[in-house]
């Protein structure tokens, strides 16, 4: 007879974020991926309930790669007793570094300036840590086991606290061992893992665990984060052809992207058009990923003579830092981005690329001769550098808004991809004049089709496969299609748990 074996489904379900799961036998415990919810505040509170479990008596963090709703709780984890060891790809780890350390600034930042508003407005302050209270309460009720837990008291002075700081970050950072993509490793009691690669940015991986009972074995697959087929610099998903359960993500259930050309033809219109016009082509583009794809596609429309040389400012200090470790693991890219090294091409660089290094010359940018572009962060304009750029230049008509990737609902991206005749931003309200574009096409995630065929790729079936990491609309779009390839599915619940046979 097996041992008992169970996963706790604690992030991801039935939404986009917060990717976290548990996976317990007799003699292991194992988290893979401890992600931060993001988004509305419903989901952001979840953020502050007790984890569902003893940090201290998990053995060891897997992790998928270096997007924050997938490794943003792991100085909170860290900070709350987990002392074994964190095992991703040697790229995820650098990459993580990165994102772990802006998100403890930012944190420190936030919690600085909502004390100094609760000392100068003690009323709504405590009016507004009510309704958060009230949020957290709610948050708990969906599991009841925690709301039992009794940890609210210690939830409330943290109201005002920063998730962690940067120490707390530094802490954590000394606990990731990097590993190389293939190589099977012990991670735990009975429980061996390899990495493979995802295709989804650097570094990123579905992670195959095998659990040894005796001579038993069962293999749990989980997906991570998919990427698409033909992604330019990094390589494809990997198959895989067996597993006795699965985890898959649904993020685009539903969905079809834009065939990659279209979005490389869009993108070049958009040069031409500023270069015609004398204007200003402003893309605001996450750090990690799409900036990196951005400026490999221009410098190789440039390359092929599609595009005129216009001048480009990287404005995001996270992003040249992203791209140096991609510089750094040269091994993990596709054939076309090796072939373009091998002649002595970057393919990462566009040729005189200018990156700012201070918010002095990020600002100066916009008194430069047109026409320029500019590749700014963050991506749905919610912070960052570029929405000083959209603040000064969304009344002109001589500025062009690229948006090349997903803009989340509510953020001022969104807003203003859905035509917002006036926006505010920093307390000012502003007309909006500028144009407005929008490529799909480029996108760190397979799209319904795309996740179908690497299911196809299943010899043998899981005996259950558990859909996550999907809006309710995407995985009830997805699941039915999921079925009729003989797959049998369910769609686990946020703390759920479930026993594996
Ligand atoms: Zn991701």
């Known amino acids: 007879m097996m041992a008992?074996?169970?996963?706790?489904?604690?992030?991801?379900?039935?939404?986009?974020t917060g990717s976290q799961?548990?996976?317990?036998?007799?003699?292991?415990?194992?988290?893979?991926?401890?992600?931060?919810?993001?988004?509305?505040?419903?989901?952001?509170?979840?953020?502050?309930?007790?984890f569902a479990y003893a940090p201290g008596e998990v053995d060891a963090v897997l992790l998928t790669h270096a997007h924050l709703d997938h490794c943003g709780l792991i100085p909170h984890l860290s900070a709350s007793g987990f002392?074994?060891?964190?095992?991703?790809?040697?790229?995820?780890?650098?990459?993580?570094?990165?994102?772990?350390?802006?998100?403890?600034?930012?944190?420190?930042?936030?919690s600085q300036s909502?004390?100094?508003?609760?000392?100068?407005?003690?009323?709504?302050?405590?009016?507004?840590?009510?309704?958060?209270?009230?949020?957290?309460?709610?948050?708990?009720?969906?599991?009841?086991?925690?709301?039992?837990?009794?940890?609210?008291?210690a939830a409330i002075t943290a109201l005002r606290e920063p998730l962690y700081t940067v120490d707390d970050t530094n802490t954590a950072l000394g606990l990731f061992r990097g590993i190389d993509y293939?190589?099977?490793?012990?991670?735990?009691?009975?429980?061996?893992?390899t990495y493979l690669d995802a295709g989804h940015i650097l570094g990123s991986a579905i992670i195959r665990l095998r659990v040894m009972d005796g001579d038993q074995v069962r293999t749990i697959v989980f997906s991570g984060d998919l990427g698409r087929p033909g992604t330019?610099?990094?390589r494809d998903p990997t198959p895989v052809t067996t597993a006795d359960y699965l985890l898959i993500e649904s993020t685009y259930g539903g969905k079809t992207h834009e065939p990659q050309e279209e979005a490389i033809r869009l993108l070049g219109e958009a040069v031409k058009l500023t270069s015609d016009g004398k204007g200003v082509l402003l893309m605001p583009s996450f750090a990690i990923g799409r900036t990196q794809e951005i400026m490999y596609e221009l410098n190789r429309l440039l390359g092929a003579g599609t595009i005129p040389h216009l001048p480009l400012y990287l404005d995001s200090p996270m992003a040249g830092k992203a791209s140096d470790v991609y510089r750094a693991y040269l091994d993990y890219f596709d054939d076309d981005a090796r072939k373009l090294i091998a002649g002595h091409d970057d393919p990462l660089d566009y040729p005189d690329a200018i990156v700012t290094n201070d918010v002095k010359e990020s600002l100066a940018i916009e008194q430069a001769a047109r026409p320029f572009m500019v590749v700014a962060s963050n991506g749905m304009i919610t912070g960052g550098r570029i929405v000083q750029h959209v603040k000064s230049l969304v009344g002109d008509p001589g500025m062009t808004l690229l948006f090349v990737g997903y803009q989340g609902d509510g953020t001022l991206g969104a807003n203003l991809q859905q035509g917002a005749k006036e926006v505010r931003i920093d307390g000012q309200d502003l007309e909006v004049h500028c144009q407005v574009r929008s490529i799909s096409g480029f996108s760190a995630h397979s799209d319904e089709p795309e996740l179908l065929a690497w299911?196809?790729?299943?010899?043998?079936?899981?005996?259950?496969?558990?859909?996550?990491?999907?809006?309710?609309?995407?995985?009830?779009?997805?699941?039915?299609?999921?079925?009729?390839?003989?797959?049998?599915?369910a769609v686990p619940a946020w703390r759920e748990t479930v026993e594996l046979a």
């Open 182 to 193: 293939g190589a099977e490793i012990q991670v735990a009691p009975g429980i061996a893992a």
């Open 114 to 153: 909502h004390q100094r508003f609760a000392k100068r407005n003690p009323d709504r302050a405590a009016v507004e840590d009510e309704e958060t209270m009230a949020e957290l309460a709610a948050a708990s009720k969906e599991d009841p086991a925690a709301a039992t837990r009794n940890a609210a008291p």
């Open 232 to 234: 330019p610099i990094i």
């Open 455 to 489: 299911l196809g790729n299943f010899t043998q079936k899981p005996r259950t496969t558990f859909i996550v990491h999907g809006d309710p609309a995407a995985q009830a779009a997805f699941e039915p299609k999921v079925k009729a390839l003989g797959f049998a599915t």
């Open 4 to 16: 008992e074996m169970r996963i706790h489904f604690l992030g991801a379900t039935r939404t986009v």
């Open 21 to 50: 799961y548990l996976l317990e036998t007799d003699r292991a415990r194992v988290l893979v991926d401890c992600g931060m919810f993001q988004g509305s505040p419903n989901d952001v509170i979840r953020n502050r309930v007790p």
């Open 83 to 110: 002392k074994g060891p964190i095992y991703t790809t040697k790229g995820s780890a650098d990459l993580t570094r990165l994102v772990l350390l802006d998100s403890a600034k930012l944190q420190e930042e936030f």
